[in-house]
């Protein structure tokens, strides 16, 4: 387990803990000794009350990862001899198309901005791909402006660079240049009383803005990170240059995207070609 929290994000740490807690919760119910009744009929019967509470498919998977790397922990420490968990087979989950912004739709969203530092976080989700939780912990020593680069840290802790491109840039110029005296040094992004900007702060940020844009109310900071991809191959990019921008460890993952391309090559042929149709 402590190499889960080493490698994991703090949300996937959380969400792990809980759902480790509904477990135990669930043997504590069952009156089951741990951990020598820890046995197959035991995580059947946990399984399928998940199931009867109508869980997405995704939420079962994610509970029945934490269990099993709880087990596999156990077998570690010779507190179990084998894991009951191998036999489960966890849900498929449906993989929903992402929804990106069009270009016109990310300049106005950009522009409705009301602050340079809201216009530097939504410039620098866009313009570097990043996820919420790696633009949150940014710091200044993490930036490089003249070369027009941020570095981050993604899923598993693992650093890459991202690009900003020169609208991240100057946006980012602006905004550190505003800044209160006072305030912490290290956080590219402050809040109102001077300290680091909080993941749920970035959201309400982007709402607001797609509120005052006009856009789909589903629009999400990650929202920007799919269009980032979306756009980079809509315009020749190569997919495993996306990959290597987006940090994302399997190509499988960074496949998606290019569904999402052919869809709207798709649209664009059946609007414009005269035998389309």
Do not use: W
């Not at 009350?49 to 109508?54: I, Q, S, T, V, Y």
């Not at 993490?142 to 100057?170: F, I, M, N, Q, T």
């Amino acid at each position: 387990m402590r190499r889960l929290e080493e490698s994991a994000s703090g949300h996937t740490v959380r969400a792990y803990r809980a759902d480790l807690t509904e477990f135990l919760e669930f043997c504590m119910g069952r009156q089951a000794k741990l951990p020598q009744d820890l046995h197959h009929r035991l995580l059947r019967a946990f399984m399928a009350g998940l199931n009867e509470r109508r869980l997405s498919r995704s939420t079962i998977a994610r509970k029945l990862a934490a269990v099993r790397a709880f087990l596999r922990f156990l077998v570690r420490e010779s507190a179990l001899r084998s894991n009951p968990s191998q036999a489960l087979r966890a849900p498929r989950c449906r993989r929903n198309l992402p929804h990106p912004l069009s270009e016109e739709e990310v300049g106005r969203l950009i522009d409705s901005a009301r602050s340079s530092r809201d216009r530097a976080i939504l410039e620098t989700l866009y313009g570097g791909g990043l996820r919420i939780a790696e633009l949150e912990g940014l710091d200044g020593d993490d930036l490089d402006l003249p070369a027009g680069v941020a570095r981050v840290r993604g899923k598993g802790r693992k650093e890459r660079l991202a690009p900003l491109g020169s609208h991240a840039a100057r946006a980012l110029r602006t905004c550190l240049a505003e800044r209160v005296r006072g305030c912490d040094p290290r956080p590219v992004f402050l809040n109102r009383s001077g300290e680091r900007l909080s993941a749920r702060s970035i959201r309400r940020v982007v709402e607001d803005c797609v509120t005052r844009a006009g856009l789909d109310p589903r629009t999400s900071p990650h929202t920007l990170r799919h269009s980032f991809a979306t756009h980079m191959l809509d315009r020749g990019a190569d997919l495993r240059e996306v990959q290597e921008l987006l940090g994302h460890k399997n190509i499988a993952t960074t496949q998606i995207y290019t569904h999402v391309s052919m869809e709207r090559l798709r649209k664009v042929y059946e609007e414009a070609h005269p035998r389309a149709k």
